[in-house]
């Protein structure tokens, strides 16, 4: 099934480990993401009023005054609020970008108190999130998403390791501390008569290893295809789009790809998504499955590979040590 040229994909058989389910949807994810990367994922379990918290409290959030938001700008370890025109996706593969991105977001992370041995030891991105003074409600059901979309990923990491190493506890300990990244993102409209290289969102591929969108009912999302034609992702109630990134490419070995895709609201008004980044700890080594191949990449260290990006793409990080 495809929704525009989307594949759609029933996880729901592989979330409850059975394993002759898990081996039919390992089989279903390596067809659609050794081709576009891209698909929409149903049944996966996430109960809709979770999602309907979210997005209200990005609305809720996005609503404020300028200045409560920049009271909890973001923060060395890339955590709180994202200003307009504060990234410029430099290190894309498929353009040119020298404009900045049109969008605000707030960004919230893995929460890692002051004791926390990552913090202790000083492991980059380490640290406690931000949250507007003037606003507290919003923690409860931001939290309650990022707890249900992080179990819902560790599951659906079982599946990829099946897929792309033939073993489902081949990345077992490498997510039992995960990255994640929540971003509550808003984008405004763009003018139809703005240039044709501003962008909400430049082309870009996502640093790790799964994304998992959620989006509102304003389409603006559009992936790259192996053809290099742009292929607009619908709008699709109850459905995440599901995509993978730069570091499971190069743990599947090149198999599965890391797509290109860009935002361009012109939808008629503001758009928000819901984006949840799941990723290995930052001191993990990818070595790459080579499935019976020679070895395509060399071995990288997810933290280092992310931080690089960081200082390029964005005005917070780029003076970091």
Same mark, same amino acid.
């Given at each position: 099934?495809?929704?525009?040229?989307?594949?759609?994909?029933?996880?729901?058989?592989?979330?409850?480990?059975?394993?002759?389910?898990?081996?039919?949807?390992?089989?279903?994810?390596?067809?659609?993401?050794?081709?576009?990367?891209?698909?929409?994922?149903?049944?996966?379990?996430?109960?809709?009023?979770?999602?309907?918290?979210?997005?209200?409290?990005?609305?809720?959030?996005? %609503? *404020? +005054?300028?200045?409560?938001?920049?009271?909890? @700008?973001?923060? #060395? $370890?890339? /955590?709180?609020?994202?200003?307009?025109? &504060?990234?410029?996706?430099?290190?894309?593969?498929?353009?040119?970008?020298?404009?900045?991105?049109?969008?605000?977001?707030?960004?919230?992370?893995?929460?890692?108190?002051?004791?926390?041995?990552?913090?202790?030891?000083?492991?980059?991105?380490?640290?406690?999130?931000?949250?507007?003074? %003037? *606003? +507290?409600?919003?923690?409860?059901?931001?939290? @309650?998403?990022? #707890? $249900?979309? /992080?179990?819902?990923?560790?599951?659906? &990491?079982?599946?990829?390791?099946?897929?792309?190493?033939?073993?489902?506890?081949?990345?077992?300990?490498?997510?039992?501390?995960?990255?994640?990244?929540?971003?509550?993102?808003?984008?405004?409209?763009?003018?139809?008569?703005?240039?044709?290289?501003?962008?909400?969102?430049?082309?870009?591929?996502?640093?790790?290893?799964?994304?998992?969108?959620?989006?509102?009912?304003?389409?603006?999302?559009?992936?790259?295809?192996?053809?290099?034609?742009?292929?607009?992702?619908?709008?699709?109630?109850?459905?995440?789009?599901?995509?993978?990134?730069?570091?499971?490419?190069?743990?599947?070995?090149?198999?599965?790809?890391?797509?290109?895709?860009?935002?361009?609201?012109?939808?008629?008004?503001?758009?928000?998504?819901?984006?949840?980044?799941?990723?290995?700890?930052?001191?993990?080594?990818?070595?790459?499955?080579?499935?019976?191949?020679?070895?395509?990449?060399?071995?990288?260290?997810?933290?280092?590979?992310?931080?690089?990006?960081?200082?390029?793409?964005?005005?917070?990080?780029?003076?970091?040590?």
């Amino acid at each position: 099934m495809e929704l525009s040229g989307i594949p759609v994909i029933d996880v729901g058989p592989a979330l409850d480990g059975d394993p002759a389910g898990m081996a039919r949807v390992a089989a279903r994810l390596d067809e659609v993401y050794t081709t576009l990367g891209f698909g929409f994922i149903a049944n996966h379990g996430i109960d809709s009023g979770v999602v309907e918290g979210v997005f209200a409290a990005s609305r809720a959030f996005h %609503a *404020l +005054p300028r200045a409560d938001k920049e009271a909890i @700008a973001i923060d #060395e $370890a890339h /955590r709180g609020f994202i200003q307009m025109a &504060s990234s410029t996706i430099v290190t894309s593969s498929v353009d040119a970008v020298r404009r900045p991105n049109q969008s605000e977001s707030f960004m919230v992370m893995h929460e890692q108190g002051p004791g926390h041995p990552d913090v202790l030891a000083g492991v980059p991105l380490s640290g406690p999130n931000q949250w507007p003074a %003037a *606003l +507290p409600e919003i923690r409860g059901p931001i939290e @309650a998403y990022v #707890e $249900a979309m /992080r179990d819902l990923c560790r599951r659906l &990491s079982r599946v990829v390791a099946l897929a792309i190493a033939g073993d489902a506890a081949a990345l077992d300990a490498h997510f039992e501390e995960p990255v994640t990244f929540l971003r509550l993102l808003w984008y405004p409209e763009q003018p139809a008569d703005a240039p044709d290289d501003l962008y909400g969102a430049a082309p870009h591929t996502d640093y790790g290893f799964l994304t998992l969108l959620a989006q509102d009912d304003h389409p603006g999302l559009a992936v790259r295809t192996p053809g290099g034609e742009w292929l607009d992702v619908p709008v699709a109630p109850g459905l995440f789009v599901m995509n993978s990134a730069d570091i499971l490419q190069r743990w599947s070995n090149g198999r599965w790809v890391s797509t290109p895709h860009r935002v361009v609201n012109r939808s008629g008004a503001e758009r928000f998504s819901v984006p949840f980044f799941y990723d290995p700890h930052m001191n993990t080594v990818v070595r790459p499955f080579g499935r019976g191949g020679a070895e395509r990449y060399e071995p990288v260290v997810y933290g280092e590979y992310l931080i690089e990006r960081l200082k390029k793409n964005y005005v917070r990080h780029a003076d970091r040590a």
